[in-house]
Each structure stands twice: as C-alpha cells, then as structure tokens.
C-alpha cells in the first residue's frame, strides 16, 4: 500500500458542471491529463482544456445513446488494477491499458427527474450505469485511485494535490471512497424506493432501503448522556421543521427539534383557516386558539395553561408582527416557528438571543402522504402518516340533542387538536380555543380529569369568573370504553361531545350523554398518538 500516489491521469464524466471548468484548469496546470465523456469533454473544451475522448481510450465508440460507453476493460482495468501486483501490471501491459488515478463522477440527475414530474421513460433514462460503475470501481481500489464524487470537494482536492507536490494522501482517499460508496447507496436506494413506492404502488416493498444525509451533530439527545445527530432524506426536497430556516438563537437541541415539529404539524393543520397559535411543551399541545389576529390567538392559548407555557415552542400559521412577537417574548420560550416575521417581529425577538426563531416558508400539507418510522428493539415500525381529516359531512350525530353551530365549530376544533394529543387525549375547547387538554394517561377518565383541572386552575390565575370548560364542547381522540370518561366532561361544563364510536358499550355511554342532555358527535375514525 502506497501512501502517497500521484495524479498523472485523470477521468471526469459529470452531470452537475458546477466548478469542472476551474477544476480542470488546476489539473491541466499540475500537468494531468485529462479523459472526459460527450458533455463533459465538451464543457472542458470550451474552457480552453485540451482532453482525450473517452472513445480514443476504449478504440471503441460511444454507443446507444451513449448508455455504453465507460463500461469497458480499458477503463476499469485503468481503476482497479493493484500497481503493486506483478500480475495486474503484466495485465496492463498485456492489453495495453493505462493507469487512471483520478475519477470525478456526479451521477444521472434521477431524483431530480423524478421531483419535475417527468415520464417513466425518461426516468429511466436518468438510471446511471457506467457512473456507479466508475465510482465503486475507483473507491474499491482506493490505495491506487482518487476518487471525487462532490462539486464542493474539488476545492479540497486542489489543496491536497498542491500541499502533497501533485499527489493524494491515502487518509484523503480512504475519505472520498467512503463518501463515494454512500454516494453510489444514497442513488441506488432512490431508484429503489422510486421502483417500489411511485412504479409498483407498494406501501411495503420487499426491501426498503432508506438514505439520509447531510447530517448535523447535536449538542445531545433527550438526555445529556445521550448523542443526536438530524439527517436529512436524500433527493428531492422535503417540507419541514428539518428544512426551517433559522434567523436566530442558539442551536437547536433533539428535543427543540422533536417539540417544534409537533408544534408545526399541529398548526398546519390550520394553515387555511383564521390566524392560529399552537403552544407545545413535551411534544403536547398546552393551548391552541384561533382568533383574528395572531396577538389574540397567542393570548388565548397561553391562556389555557400558561404554566406549561414557560419553556415551550410557539408555531403559528401567519406571518409574525411586532405586537405578536413583544406578547410571545414575556415569557421564556425556546422556540419560535412562522411562516415568516416582519422587520418589527424579527427586532423585538432579536432582543432575546436565546430564542430560536424558526421561518417555514409554506405550511407543510396535513393531508400529505408519507409514511412514518419508529424504532424499536431489534427493528423498526413502518406506516403511513396520520392525515386522516374530517369535515362536517362526515360527522354523524347520535344523540337525541342536535348540537348548535357553534358547538359543532368546537367539535371539530377539539377533534383537531386531539389527533396530536399523546393517547389517551382528551381536549376541551370553547370559541376557537382550547379550555383544558389531558394527555398520554393510561385510561380516558384520568385525561378528562386532568383537562377539567387544568382549565379550573387556569380560570383561577386568569380570575375569570368560571372555567372555560363551562358550555364547551370535549374531543376524544378514541372511544369512551365506558361512560365514566363522558361523565367526567359533563362536570366539568361540556354540553357537546365528538369522538370515534365503536365500542361494544356505545348504548350505554349514548344513553348517559341523552340523560345529560348532551349533543354526541361520532367521526368514525380515531387518532390515537403514541
């Protein structure tokens, strides 16, 4: 093993052009010659570079459209043969085929392709053969061979090769194979994921293979103890907290990201109603409101719970003002999620350096497809994403009581909530505001009771005359088993109920919620969160 090997012969076949020109200026000035395909040695060309076509080494053309064109013994006998094996330089000399000791390669833009809507045909067409090929070929025999797969390591490479006299260090070539060979995985599992998932229409391929990149370490976990790193999937761009840009504050922690993406999920679901404010703490919503403005949906939701407030991520569905952003920055907060904040906005919370402020851009789809993962000891659970949405000609009411208007309006404002609620969830909500949210117990009753607590306790330190439970309307993320968990929302003031149905005691909780004089809306269909 040679621990410096230096760069005499060079094969650059690119799709991304970005830098190959002032690339293959440095290489022609250190004295490399250059071996290009079609567009490339076109490119090349056109910046003043004198390169051989790849047909002159091969003495054969490129054919079919140029999809052969690389694959040939006097390329990857040029990449993979061992210049310390007798055997191999006989090989060489043998066949007359020439050492090759740089490969830059940036693949078929696949991805790409996919994300603009393009035919099948051309998708397929956007399959690279003889990159990969290239590439696994040069990494492979990376003790010999340099190998670059990233616009943005062409710079790092000019530096190796002028601070090593015109050769590569065999640490810099273990490091670009091993990016080399997550680039050829990342690919593969585009084309596979693409093959399973958009051309078969199969929600569970045999294999599933996943690619994320672009990682960025974190200061720690959940727990100090514990190391996180955020990836990022690779292809086409995703929509999300991960892709927020971040105007201010101090790095965002594992459970900043975990509590800010309950906090964007939730109020997307808003995005194309009234101006609504979400407060999250622990990846549970403590207080929700719409209103008519920001300022005032931000006042009723601390309202609810300003307790578990403090400390808490804000994510609204407007952009951010100046009297939004001076009412938010009363209270500690961590983070700040928007769709974007005006000059004021930004001035006021600049104020406070150690505010996260988060811009999304446009809201993410609630009603976007995907699929879900969750780890578990020795695998991995897989679904699809709870966007299940109910409108109001889904619901069916089975009580002798018809609800109001308004309390259907609660009804489903409630039910909203509640699908991003920790099981089991029960959420009180009155005019466009939540009264009081109990969550992750393990029986329903206990959630009712502590949802009607927190709104006594809030109605306390707001001194309003009575808990906003009083004439509110209660969600229930599942069905009530049994009609101890409705009996509870009715002391508590709740006049309207929506939740699922279908339990084997039905009769028996509709039955207590007629003698209560209640309206009970049934949706079919739950949203437990676990």
């Keep these: 093993m040679t ?80 210049r310390d094996d007798d055997g191999h330089v006989a090989s060489m000399q043998e066949h007359d085929i020439a050492g090759i000791d740089l490969v830059v390669v940036n693949l078929y833009p696949f991805a790409q392709t996919v994300a603009k809507g393009a035919g099948r045909d051309e998708i397929i067409e956007n399959i690279d053969i003889g990159g990969p090929s290239m590439v696994r070929s040069a990494a492979k025999n990376h003790d010999f061979v340099t190998i670059i797969t990233d616009p943005s390591d062409y710079a790092t490479l000019v530096i190796e090769l002028q601070s090593g006299d015109g050769a590569t260090s065999l640490d810099f070539r273990k490091k670009m194979a091993a990016k080399a060979f997550a680039a050829t995985a990342s690919y593969d599992s585009m084309i596979a994921q693409w093959f399973g998932f958009a051309d078969q229409g199969l929600m569970f391929p045999d294999t599933l293979p996943l690619t994320m990149n672009q990682p960025t370490e974190l200061r720690y976990g959940e727990n100090p103890h514990q190391k996180a790193a955020l990836y990022m999937p690779a292809g086409p761009s995703a929509s999300g907290i991960a892709q927020a840009e971040q105007l201010q504050g101090k790095a965002l922690s594992y459970n900043n990201y975990n509590d800010a993406d309950a906090a964007l999920e939730l109020v997307s679901e808003f995005r194309d109603g009234p101006p609504t404010v979400v407060i999250v703490k622990h990846a549970n919503p403590c207080g929700v409101a719409s209103a008519d403005t920001v300022l005032d949906a931000y006042k009723a939701a601390l309202a609810c719970d ?64 995907g699929m879900a993962f969750k780890s578990i000891a020795g695998g991995f659970l897989l679904q699809s994403r709870d966007n299940g949405q109910i409108a109001p000609g889904d619901l069916k009411c089975v009580t002798k009581r018809q609800p109001t208007e308004q309390e259907e309006a609660d009804c489903l404002f409630a039910w909203t909530v509640a699908k991003h609620v920790k099981s089991n969830a029960i959420v009180y909500a009155k005019d466009g505001a939540t009264a009081g949210v109990g969550a992750g117990q393990m029986n329903r009753l206990e959630s009712a009771r502590i949802a009607a607590w927190k709104a006594k306790d809030a109605a306390e330190k707001a001194d309003w005359p009575e808990p906003r439970t009083i004439g509110s309307a209660v969600a229930s993320d599942a069905f009530f088993p049994f009609a101890d968990g409705l009996m509870a929302a009715v002391e508590a003031g709740a006049t309207a109920v929506i939740q699922p149905g279908g339990s084997i005691r039905d009769d028996e909780v509709i039955a207590a919620a007629d003698e209560a004089g209640l309206a009970m809306l049934f949706t079919g269909r739950r949203h437990f969160r676990h």
């Design 3 to 82: 621990e410096n090997i230096a760069i005499k012969r060079a094969l650059l076949s690119v799709s991304d052009k970005t830098g190959l020109a002032e690339l293959g200026k440095e290489l022609a000035a250190m004295g490399v010659a250059l071996i290009s395909t079609g567009g490339t040695a076109a490119a090349l060309r056109e910046a003043g570079l004198d390169v051989a076509d790849i047909s002159e080494v091969t003495e054969f053309p490129e054919m079919m459209d140029g999809r052969v064109k690389t694959l040939h013994p006097k390329v990857h006998g040029g990449l993979l043969a061992r």
């Design 306 to 369: 300003s307790v578990s407030a403090f400390g808490g991520i804000i994510a609204v569905n407007r952009p951010l003002d100046a009297a939004a952003a001076e009412a938010m920055t009363g209270i500690f907060t961590e983070v700040v999620c928007a769709p974007d904040a005006d000059a004021g906005a930004r001035e006021i919370f600049a104020k406070k350096k150690n505010l996260r402020l988060l811009l999304t851009g446009e809201l993410p789809d609630p009603a976007r497809g």
